[in-house]
């Protein structure tokens, strides 16, 4: 079993940057797919960046493309999400999930954004 923590939310102001981390309690083959998720108020739940942590390839959603960078520190266990130039939109309660084949079995608790 693989327990998330996630931290480094906050409120910031239009145009600064944050960066968010999650903590896996192991690195395994569980969680050889990692992703971001966000989820607004009255929105559903939208995928953010995914990193396969073996091979390191990534993907962002064009709506975070050129602002957001998903990372991983695989000797801390750490993914993170590195998020600049924020804006209102962004604003969400920001997930990270992990498993196998990007099928996503665990989740971390999640961490509020806040952009005004």
């Known amino acids: 079993h693989v327990q998330l923590v996630e931290s480094g939310g906050a409120w910031v102001q239009a145009g600064g940057s944050l960066r968010l981390a999650c903590k896996a309690s192991l690195f395994t083959y569980a969680t050889k797919c990692m992703a971001w998720f966000r989820q607004a108020p009255g929105k559903e739940r939208e995928g953010v960046a995914r990193?396969?942590?073996?091979?390191?390839?990534?993907y962002h959603a064009d709506s975070v493309k050129g602002r957001f960078t998903i990372s991983k520190d695989n000797a801390k266990n750490t993914l993170y999400l590195q998020m600049n130039s924020l804006k209102p939109e962004d604003t969400a309660l920001y997930y990270c999930a992990a498993g196998s084949n990007c099928l996503f079995r665990y989740w971390g608790q999640g961490t509020q954004v806040t952009v005004s």
């Open positions: 990193i396969a942590t073996g091979s390191g390839n990534t």
